[in-house]
C-alpha cells in the first residue's frame, strides 16, 4: 500500500474513532443507513425506476424470443445491451472521479428514460424490429457504462458515516430485490393481457422518481480536483491497485467467472418457461419472482448484520450455493422444483454480490473509488455479454438445461479456487480493519 492510501485509511479511521457509538435495537439496525435524508430519497427513487427496469428486462428477453424462437439472438441481444458496459467502464471511472457523481446520474437516468420510452413507441406502433432492439440495446449499455460506477461510488456520498455504508449496499440490494419479485410478476401480466411496449412505457415513466430524488438531494462534497494527468494515465493508476491489492483482485476475479458463467442463465429463462415447463409469460414471471425472493433474503440476511467481519467467507460459501442451485435448476423438468432451485441460486448470487461490494467499498480510498468501481462493473456486467453470448450458442448447441449444468459447475470450480486464496485474503485485510477501527489489533479475524 502507498504512503497516500496509508494516509487516506488513517484519515478514516480517526473518524470512525472519535464518532461515539450508536447503539440500536432490534428491526432498527437493520434499516440505519436510511437516517439518512439523501439516502431516504435515493430508497423511495430507485424502488419506483427499478420496478419499471426489471419490467423492461423481462418484456425484452419475451420480445426477443416471440420476434424470433432463437436461443442464439437472445444471448446475442443480451450481448449487445452489455458489451458497452465492458468497453467503456474504465474510461467512465475515470469522469466518474472527476466530475460531479450526483449530475452524472442525473444525466444517466435521462437518458435511460429516453431509450425506454423510444423502445415503447416503437413497439407499441409496431415498427419494432430485432435491428432496432439491437441498436437500442447497445445505446442503454453505454449508459450504463457510466451509471454503474456512478452510482456505487455516489454511496458513499449519500451516507455520511461509513460505518452505515454496508448496510446502505444491503438496502440497496433489498431494493433490488424487491423490485426483482414484483416486476416479471407485473409484466408476465402485462404482456399476457396487452403487449411488452406497455412495459417498456411504464419503465420510461418511472425514470422521472429516480431523477426527482437526485435532485432534491442536499450533498455537501469537497470540490472535484482538477488534474492534468491524462484519462490514460489515470486509469493506469486505477488498473494498478486493482491488479496489485490481492483482496480486491481475488474477489474480481471470482465475480468476473461468476458474471461470465453463472448470471447468463437469466438468458435462458423464457426457454425453460416455454419448452422445458411448458408454460409461458406467467411462468417465466414466476420464475423471475422466486429468484428474487431469494436475493432478497440474502440482501434482508445482510441488511441485520452488524459489520463487514466474516464478509470474505461468505464471499466462496455463496459461490457455491449458486452454482448448486444452477446444476438443480437445470436438471430440474417440475415447476415447483425448479421455483426452489432458482430460489436458492438468487440467495447465492445476491449473497456474493453485496458481500463483494461491501468488502471493495470498505477497502478502496476515496479519490480511486470511481476507477475501482468501474472495475467492479466490469466484472459483474461487463463479462456478462460473453457469458450470454457463450449460453446462448451452447443452448442452441447442447440445449439450455445442459447448458445451464455446464455453468453452475464452472461456478463451483471457482468457488473451490477461492477458497484456496482465502487465508493470504484475510492477512492482507486484517491489518487495514485494524487501522480503520474495524478490528482491534489483539483480535484475530474471525473464522
Given at each position: 500500500?502507498?504512503?497516500d492510501?496509508?494516509a487516506?485509511?488513517a484519515?478514516m479511521?480517526e473518524?470512525l474513532a472519535?464518532?461515539?457509538p450508536r ?6 439496525h437493520?434499516?440505519r ?8 430519497l ?5 424502488s ?6 426489471w419490467?423492461?428486462?423481462?418484456a425484452?428477453?419475451w420480445?426477443v424470443y416471440r420476434?424470433?424462437?432463437s436461443?442464439?439472438l437472445l444471448?446475442t441481444v443480451?450481448?449487445a445491451g452489455?458489451i ?7 474510461f467512465a471511472?475515470?469522469w466518474v ?5 450526483r ?6 437516468q435521462t ?24 441498436a ?6 453505454i449508459i450504463?457504462a457510466f451509471d454503474?460506477?456512478g452510482?456505487?461510488?455516489f454511496?458513499?456520498q449519500?451516507?455520511e458515516d461509513?460505518?452505515d ?5 444491503a438496502?440497496?440490494?433489498s431494493m433490488?430485490?424487491?423490485?426483482r419479485l414484483?416486476?416479471?410478476?407485473l409484466a408476465?401480466m402485462?404482456?399476457a393481457v396487452?403487449?411488452e411496449g406497455w412495459?417498456f ?8 422518481a ?10 455537501h ?5 482538477h ?7 489515470d486509469?493506469?493508476?486505477g488498473?494498478?491497485?486493482v ?12 465475480f468476473a ?15 425453460f418457461?416455454?419448452?422445458v415447463?411448458?408454460?409461458?409469460p406467467?411462468t417465466?414471471g414466476?420464475l ?7 436475493a432478497?433474503?440474502?440482501?434482508l ?10 464478509l470474505?467467507?461468505m464471499i466462496?460459501?455463496?459461490a457455491?450455493?449458486?452454482?448448486l442451485g444452477l446444476?438443480?435448476f437445470?436438471?430440474?423438468?417440475v415447476f415447483?422444483?425448479?421455483?426452489i ?7 447465492g ?7 463483494s461490494?461491501?468488502?471493495i467499498?470498505?477497502?478502496?480510498p476515496e479519490?480511486k ?7 467492479y462493473?466490469m466484472?459483474?456486467?461487463g463479462m ?14 447442447i440445449g439450455?438445461p445442459?447448458t445451464?449444468?455446464?455453468?453452475g459447475s464452472a461456478?463451483?470450480l471457482?468457488?473451490a479456487?477461492f477458497?484456496?486464496q482465502?487465508?493470504a485474503?484475510?492477512?492482507?485485510i486484517?491489518?487495514?480493519y485494524?487501522e480503520?477501527g ?7 479475524v474471525?473464522?
Open positions: 500500500m502507498s504512503s492510501e496509508e487516506i485509511h484519515e479511521a473518524v472519535a464518532e461515539e447503539v440500536y435495537s432490534g428491526s432498527s437493520a434499516w443507513a436510511l437516517r439518512h435524508r439523501n439516502f431516504r435515493f430508497f423511495g427513487g430507485q419506483i425506476s427499478l420496478i419499471g427496469t419490467m423492461t428486462r423481462i425484452t428477453s420480445l420476434l424470433t424462437g436461443a442464439l444471448g443480451s450481448f452489455q458497452p458496459t465492458f468497453l467503456f467502464s474504465p471511472g475515470v472521479d472527476r466530475l460531479d457523481r449530475q452524472v446520474l442525473v444525466w444517466t437518458l435511460s428514460m429516453v431509450q425506454s420510452l423510444a423502445l415503447a413507441a416503437l413497439t407499441l406502433s409496431h415498427h419494432i424490429t430485432i435491428l432496432l432492439l439491437l437500442l440495446s447497445v445505446m442503454q449499455g450504463n454503474m460506477p452510482r456505487q461510488s454511496m458513499v449519500m451516507v461509513r460505518r455504508l454496508s448496510n446502505a449496499i438496502i440497496n440490494s433490488v430485490n424487491m423490485a414484483v416486476g416479471p410478476s408476465g402485462l404482456i396487452s403487449s412495459c412505457l411504464v419503465d420510461g415513466i418511472s425514470y422521472i429516480v431523477i426527482v430524488s437526485l435532485l432534491l438531494m442536499r450533498v462534497v469537497a470540490p472535484v480536483t488534474t492534468a494527468a491524462t484519462m490514460l494515465a486509469m493506469k493508476v488498473w494498478t491497485y491488479s496489485e491489492f490481492l483482496p480486491v483482485r481475488t474477489i474480481l476475479l471470482l467467472v461468476v458474471s461470465l458463467m453463472g448470471m447468463p442463465f437469466v438468458v435462458l429463462m423464457p426457454i418457461a416455454a419448452r415447463l411448458h408454460g409461458g406467467h417465466l414466476f423471475m419472482g422466486a429468484m428474487g425472493v431469494g432478497l433474503i440474502s440482501a440476511a445482510l441488511a441485520a448484520r452488524k459489520s463487514v467481519l466474516g470474505v467467507r466462496p460459501l455463496a457455491t450455493v449458486f452454482g446444476i438443480g437445470g436438471l430440474s423438468r415447483w422444483l425448479s421455483t432451485m432458482v430460489l436458492i441460486a438468487g440467495m448470487m445476491m449473497q456474493g454480490m453485496a458481500g461490494n461491501t468488502i467499498q470498505t477497502l478502496v479519490d473509488r470511481g476507477r475501482v468501481m468501474s472495475y462493473t466484472a459483474f456486467v456478462a455479454p460473453f457469458g450470454s453470448l457463450l449460453a446462448g450458442s451452447l443452448a442452441h448447441a439450455a445442459w445451464v449444468i455446464a455453468n461456478v463451483l471457482g468457488a479456487w477458497w484456496t482465502l487465508p485474503v484475510r492477512r492482507a486484517r491489518p487495514i485494524q480503520m474495524i478490528l482491534p489489533p489483539e483480535e484475530p474471525p473464522q
